[in-house]
């Protein structure tokens, strides 16, 4: 099968390294460090995934989710649900051309196609509140919660806006959950911590269409209800679902509708007649998220993704009961993540798009002609991160034109021919001799002796003998090979959409403002999706069943990391092994090279670096003694993700397709780790630590499911096991209205300079002297309870800290300027080091040091790469390494450390930090805080900092456009004058002239 890009995708990564090549010295600086770096110019994820994606690759949107085929298999409508600009995109079957784009307000991703007319039905939802993200007023559906009907013309595929038909949240539907009173403060943005959403949304979901196209069936997933839409006279009926309806599909009759409902892991049955609820039925656990729906169109079955299970649920439509689950699980733990369906009905195959595991599974269904029912046949490698497939019916003239040229007769009846020719040839020269008079041979003898000059030489010519030409080799042809004669032949093609297409890779330059591709101006970079991290449709030839073998053979292969290791002999990172306490500490938001760019040791730009060895000495002398990782990757894109990354090594389907849209302020509420329908399928380290029996605490991680706010959907044993997480938690002063033995002082990681719930300054280092009265300390507060754990002997295994000051709150008018609270953050990371280091258990210790995303600034390797710290008196003294790794990579780590069994997939086949450690303790003199160079209370200080900051939001997690924040911060550091560097990685454009700032 053919694997490539299009020439659009492969044009945006061309452009991006042509971008990276003219800022000269470490373009050519690359060669030096090949093994760590990844891109989509090399098809390496951060992960370490080596991808080799099925079909050819055209760009789509930012975070595509949705697709659909027209039913004569000529367009693939696609739908972006990504921060910033939503759409749909409209691509040829053919040749895998964009030929329409149509801008939405908002879209969930949910898209079908009626059956029978040129009519396309999409899930809408509201347009964004910041000020120049807002589309334009004629766009349809501004207000959400509507499903937007489109027609196309059959011929070209142009589509046209039909009508609306709203979907509004049925009477008595409840407010997201949130927790107002908690909020002394007043009512941040939705996206706050706590949360405290409070507006009634319907939020239209994957909506399915009757095999008639009179009837639509819409889950609302934050209504508990589904929308049965009546066509012909657009009338709206609701019927009560279970909690989080997702996907919907209707059985091949017409009568009966299904819709998946995400955390009760069941599927409701509606009587599309009646408007009623018939019954549910039981595919999964309890938060098991069933997903993707799919009516088979042959037999009366009904597919169901159970996502969070890796499992396919299989229900007898006739019978209303689970008749069989399939698996996709891969060995190490959950995490394949399947969240699409298709069904092949010619060839009887069902297809399985799998985002946590970039392929796609095909199974053999009843009837298949060539293998047992229910076998898996094969995975097909995708892009990264799939989130739709389908089959795509042979167009008229398509198979024509595949068609295989005659065939030849074979090469051994061809040469006994041309034996037979010869040989009749001779014979007849021989009877055509006899047959002459003897004068007529005899002027052919050879002259006699004494003839004359002359007739010897006419004899010579005319019987001169001729050479022989070598014979040409005649190139054997192989005998084509038929079609096994159980498979049936097809021309269709196999579509999917890659939600992330080949990864990010640099982006020094950012989007130019005068381009077409340039229409995700003015969106909050902070929370980013650029044009770089875009989507994609994979379109390919539907793959035989012996393809489909050679293809699991890639897909198999990609799920490994290329720098798979196994254990060095006498590592430390083994269970019973030297160290036996681990200390986490994650901070927020940086790049390698805004930190780190400096070391001419490691593979930086320190064009591009901001806080160098003058605003973090601490970590730049800690770079010095203990190892310089300069390879080490993200696998968040923001702060929502990125703690579920850091907590749990992993991210559900949930949070990828929902943070998007919550960070784009289409109302989608803040739910992010505080409630059980947001948790990855195994939990988090805190629950594993518990389940194993490991002793753990945790500094002020708020998102791994350890508040105890009211959740209407956790269980009484749920409750209870965020009861005990939340008992081994400091999360500040009141959070939850309960304290701990020594009560609560450490601020959670919400709280960025200010406390999040009680307004006081916070400090990650010791408070300075001059400090507001009641300011907060980290350090501090860390320092005396781990004091107090020394005393008493029960240190514990694991210890969770957050550092979050390095995120900054930019020149919010009357804050610390960036430059004093990173300094801060350097100082905070200096002392509890130190302290550690200065303890009875720093023998047997190991600190990991991370950021839990890299959004906000440049870097010239990748938009994912950040800063890593690895002290242990088992880490190599002052070595350079330059290996890839990424965030599961330092949680296996740990885990190894620990005994404690990976959570799934990511951390299960993820390559340990091998490389940084070495078997003996080495390293292991104490470490002594290097004092800051500036002063911790530096205010941002001039009028027109404050002017350029005024109306921006900075106590908020990630509230301001990256652009403006790298212009702030680089004039706070280096004066009002200075010219900042070019956008980093994930940047987006300015607002055009005479528009405002998107939050302005």
Known sequence: MPWGWSLPLRSLVASALAALALLGAPAAHADSFPDGRIGPDRGLLNNGRQLHPFGSLSALGNFPTGGAVTPDGRFYWTVSTGRGINDIRIVSVTGGAVVQTVRLAGASGGIAMDPVHPLVYVSGVADSTHAAEKSPPNTPGLKGDTVLVFRYDRASGAATFDHQIDVPPPAGTKAPQAIASLLPLGTPPPQNFPPTDST???????????????????????????????????????????????????????????????????????????????????????????????????????????????????????????????????????????????????????????????????????????????????????????????????????????????????????KKKRKKKRRHKRRRAARHKQARPRAARHKHARPRAGASAKSKARHKRTHRRRRKKPKKKRKRHPKPRRPAPAQPATCAKLLYVS????????????????????????????????????????????????????????????????????????????????????????????????????????????????????????AHALVQRFPLVDHFYANSEASIDGHFWTSAASTSDYVHKNWFQNYASRGRPYDFGVYAVTWPANGFLFDQAQRQGISYFNYGEAIAGVVPFPDQDRTQAENQQVDQKFANSDLGEGLGGASTALGSCYPNDASIGKDAVTGQTVFDASVPLGAPPGSESRADCFKSRFASQLSAGNVPAFNYLVLSNDHTRVLD????????????????????????????????????????????????????????????????????????????????????????????????LATPMYDAFSSTADNAAPYSTISAKVSLLEVNPTPASGAAARGLRFRGLDQITQRSEDRLLWRSVHGPASTPPSPGPNAVVEPAAGRSDPNG
């Open 200 to 414: 009634p949304l319907s939020w239209p979901d994957r909506l399915a269409v009757s095999p008639d196209g009179s009837t639509v069936l819409v889950p609302l997933n934050l209504a508990a209800a589904a929308a049965v839409i009546n066509i012909a006279d657009g009338s709206v009926r609701y019927v009560k679902t279970g909690n989080y309806p997702y996907g919907a599909a209707i059985g091949r009759d017409g009568r009966f509708g299904y819709v998946s409902n995400e955390t009760p892991g069941t599927v409701s049955i509606i009587d599309l007649r009646a408007g009623t609820k018939v019954g549910d039925i039981q595919v999964g656990g309890h938060l098991s998220h069933p997903e993707a729906l799919l009516a088979d169109p042959t037999a009366d079955r009904i597919y169901v993704t159970v996502t969070n299970s890796d499992e396919v649920a299989v229900i007898d439509a006739a019978a209303r009961h689970l008749e069989r689950t399939l698996t996709v699980e891969r060995g190490p733990g959950l995490g394949t993540a399947p969240d699409a369906l298709a069904v092949d009905a010619k060839r009887h195959e069902l297809l399985v798009a799998e985002g946590g595991g970039d392929e796609i599974s095909a199974f053999a269904l009843p009837d298949h002609a060539g293998a047992a029912a229910w076998t898996l046949l094969g995975r097909i490698p995708t892009a990264q991160y799939p989130t739709d497939v389908q089959v795509a019916p042979a167009t008229p003239g398509a198979c024509a034109a595949a068609k295989a040229p005659a065939r030849k007769k074979p090469a051994k009846h061809r």
């Open 499 to 618: 939600a992330k297409a080949l990864g990010t890779g640099p982006n020094p330059r950012g989007p130019q403002p005068d381009t077409p591709q340039d229409s995700d101006d003015n969106i909050n970079a902070t929370q980013y999706l650029p044009l770089l991290n875009i989507g994609a449709a994979g379109i390919g030839a539907y793959p035989s069943d012996a393809a489909l073998a050679g293809l699991e053979g890639v897909a198999d292969a990609q799920q490994r990391p290329t720098n798979s290791q196994s254990p060095p002999a006498g590592t430390p990172l083994r269970a019973g092994g030297p160290i036996k306490h681990v200390f986490y500490i994650v901070r927020e938001n940086r790049t390698y090279d805004q930190v780190l760019g400096d070391d001419p040791r490691g593979d930086g730009d320190p064009r591009l670096t901001l806080f160098g060895s003058g605003v973090t000495p601490n």
């Open 813 to 908: 008018p009357g804050a610390y300027t960036p430059r004093a609270m990173v300094a801060d953050n350097d100082l905070g990371l200096g002392q509890i080091v130190d302290a550690i280091t200065h303890s009875s258990v720093w023998p047997s210790s190991a600190i990991f040091v991370t950021e839990d995303d890299s959004q906000d600034g440049a870097d010239h390797v990748d938009a994912h790469r950040t800063v890593d710290l690895v002290i242990s008196p088992y880490t190599r003294p002052a070595a350079v390494v330059h290996t890839r790794y990424d965030m599961p990579s330092m949680i296996r780590s740990m885990e190894l450390i620990l005994g404690m069994e990976p959570l799934g997939l990511y951390d299960g």
